[in-house]
């Protein structure tokens, strides 16, 4: 009895954690294709180094609506990328009658980290050594003068005044301490930063959840119970999902190509099962090229019946949890053990 249920345990550890991975997959390719992170940065820096745009705001969204849909297709803060190597010297800074971004002035002092994409930057972090570093090459302009550098600043109504003000204040006149200040205060900044994207993906997670609970139609509950009462299903998704087949798995893709052995893993007719009630099915034969089929009728039936959705929300509030939880509940289930490097 007791190994009926931690088949019944792995069973649905298994479905959870494939829809998971699929969630994060979405998630991970349309940040990649929009690139995301890269605009998300250089919104932030735009705000701190220039300023709100007078007409229309702030360039970092409020919300994470405003993050998937005004930064990947409205409103592009990178400045255009160039391949030239980063100035010899610093470049001045701009009085305010130039309009010249502080930005750009920015990009200019670290565009050796960067490479092509679409015609933009793709730097989607910049080290906190390095943006300091760049920070007193845009000073040396000034002579070293880090007053006339920060009355630059000032005269442009950058936001970065008050906060190099504040860091030149407490280094007390020492430029290492001034440096090391500024990179301090830049990698708080960051931390900031990246838990604010982090709260906003999470929204976009909670969203594609429910889009892929709905395109598989993944009834849990329905699936639990499947898996109690048909022994031979049951035996066929442990067989799958075991320790055994993952260490076959690993050594039959163990440097070598990939494709092969996860395409063999996802045509086991258990996981087929699972997955066939999703709108549309993808059969992936040992030979041959990939066939797509179409669920409409059998989708929409699950869809529209009120008693599937108890089951639909159980697999929902359960891919909330994301497939890092998923692997390590997978890897406790089974026994496998981390690779430590």
Not at 20 to 40: D, P, Q, T, W, Y
Request: hydrophobic share 45%; net charge neutral.
């Amino acid at each position: 009895m007791l190994s009926v249920y931690v088949d019944l345990a792995l069973g649905l550890v298994v479905a959870f954690l494939l829809l998971s991975l699929l969630v994060s997959g979405l998630n991970e390719a349309f940040v990649r294709v929009f690139a995301i992170r890269s605009k998300f940065l250089w919104a932030y820096l735009r705000d701190t180094m220039d300023g709100a745009d007078k007409k229309t705001g702030s360039w970092l969204p409020a919300g994470a609506a405003g993050v998937f849909s005004v930064l990947p297709f409205l409103r592009d803060p990178r400045p255009t990328h160039s391949g030239d190597p980063a100035p010899a010297k610093a470049g001045e800074v701009p009085e305010a009658r130039t309009g010249r971004a502080m930005m750009n002035l920015l990009y200019e002092r670290v565009r050796e980290i960067d490479h092509a994409k679409r015609g933009k930057t793709s730097i989607a972090d910049i080290p906190p050594a390095r943006f300091a570093m760049a920070v007193m090459e845009l000073a040396a302009a000034g002579d070293g003068d880090m007053r006339q550098f920060l009355d630059s600043l000032r005269k442009i109504d950058s936001p970065l005044y008050g906060h190099l003000k504040g860091v030149w204040e407490s280094a007390q006149g020492d430029l290492d301490r001034f440096r090391q200040g500024v990179e301090s205060w830049f990698d708080g900044e960051m931390q900031r930063l990246s838990m604010l994207y982090k709260r906003y993906v999470k929204w976009v997670v909670a969203a594609l959840g429910i889009v892929v609970t709905l395109l598989f139609s993944m009834d849990g509950l329905e699936y639990a119970k499947t898996l109690l009462r048909d022994n031979a299903y049951r035996a066929s998704v442990t067989a799958v999902a075991g320790p055994e087949a993952y260490d076959q798995l690993q050594a039959k893709c163990q440097g070598g190509d990939p494709v092969p052995c996860v395409t063999e893993v996802l045509s086991e007719p258990a996981l087929v099962k699972l997955m066939g009630q999703a709108m549309v099915s993808v059969s992936i034969p040992a030979e041959g090229d990939p066939s797509v089929h179409a669920n409409l009728a059998v989708w929409w039936e699950r869809v529209s019946t009120p008693s599937h959705w108890p089951g639909f929300l159980l697999t929902y509030v359960a891919l909330l949890f994301g497939a890092p939880f998923w692997w390590d509940v997978f890897r406790r289930v089974t026994g496998i053990k981390a690779k430590r490097s």
